[in-house]
């Protein structure tokens, strides 16, 4: 069975788990790990049963859960190069230097704290090697007595250094960076992950390295293509022959523009960078879209700059204006409640 679960869209938080044959993957993790198990049983998936998570982009309400969720589970995580990168500098911003130079300072730490164990570690073993020799091979009971103590400090010793010895800089309770395992992709190279089959593609949005992803599995195409400021080429040729769509529809433009958000924010949600109004995503669906899609699901609705019927509306009109498009179902993605699976 193919299957597809939104757990979260919005804002505060973005998560979605595909699955295909014997594979699940979940496409972003920007609800805490908590939540998301929550949600995940809630839409009766099972949490453990997760084989890796790939990321579409680094911004917080993709990411937030990210590590936590990749650690307790024991799997990896997709990245591009340029996203890794980014999330890297998100999760550790006090690092004034580049990705390069602060990998190589990892390396040149560890390097020393691990010669400087192993020196201390060789000089204790022999002393404790001349003690042990010294006791088990008899001598005098004054010569045991001072082998015995030597042993004993030598112990003592070790057991204080124990105890005040940094972690290994990889240690995962001390590196908010560390994860089980990275893999990488690039846009426009499709890859396989289990039986599901990935092709992701560069959107426009102002991120890293940003990529929506079209998944395959059992003849199955389903496409996630959200946090776009407009849809290029590209992007509409992906988004041709797919089964489902997740596409973005952000904000009502009037909404937007008397809304609470500071002038600069409202320049870059409208911005060729920023988010598909309600408006943009209706002319896609009316002039772009083929119509082969069975289900079409609304994602990433803004909480203060829209409202889900103006978003259905809107795309309705756009899809009823085509006869040959009338049997989609449209959906909405919510940002507090996981939508129902959707099983092919």
């Known amino acids: 069975m193919v299957r597809f679960t939104v757990l979260a869209s919005g804002s505060k938080g973005n998560c979605t788990v595909v699955s295909g044959g014997h594979t699940r993957i979940l ?141 290994p800089a990889n240690a995962p309770e001390k590196d908010p960076t560390w994860l089980p395992a990275v893999e990488y992709f690039e846009a426009g190279q499709p890859f396989q992950i289990g039986d599901i089959a990935v092709s992701p593609f560069t959107i426009p949005h102002d991120a890293a390295d940003p990529v929506g992803f079209v998944f395959q599995a059992e003849g199955v195409r389903m496409a996630v293509a959200t946090d776009l400021g407009y849809i290029p080429p590209n992007v509409k040729a992906q988004l041709k022959r797919v089964d489902l769509l997740l596409l973005e529809s952000n904000h009502d433009l009037e909404m937007l523009r008397d809304g609470p958000y500071p002038w600069s924010v409202k320049q870059r949600v409208l911005s060729r960078v920023g988010h598909l109004s309600n408006e ?23 909480e203060s700059n829209n409202m889900p019927e103006l978003a259905r509306i809107t795309a309705e009109r ?27």
């Open 27 to 167: 496409v972003d993790a920007g609800l805490s790990c908590r939540e998301l198990f929550r949600r995940m049983r809630l839409a009766g998936e099972e949490p453990e049963t997760l084989d890796a998570i790939i990321i579409t982009h680094e911004h917080s309400d993709h990411i937030t859960g990210l590590a936590v969720t990749a650690r307790k589970l024991g799997i990896p995580v997709y990245f591009t190069h340029g996203t890794h990168r980014a999330w890297m500098r998100w999760i550790a911003p006090r690092r004034q230097m580049t990705y390069t130079q602060w990998l190589e300072q990892c390396r040149q730490q560890a390097a020393a704290r691990q010669a400087e164990i192993d020196s201390a570690a060789d000089v204790d073993c022999d002393e404790e090697l001349e003690c042990v020799a010294a006791v088990a091979t008899g001598g005098s009971e004054e010569m045991r007595a001072a082998a015995a103590g030597k042993a004993s400090a030598a112990l003592e010793k070790e057991a204080a250094r124990a105890a005040v010895a940094p972690e």
């Open 280 to 302: 943009a995503t209706a002319t896609y669906l009316e002039t772009e879209y083929d119509g082969q899609a069975t289900y079409v699901i609304l994602g990433h609705l803004s």
């Open 318 to 344: 756009a899809l009823n204006g085509r006869a040959s498009l009338l049997a989609n179902h449209l959906l909405l993605a919510a940002q507090h409640e996981p939508l129902m699976p959707i099983s092919f």
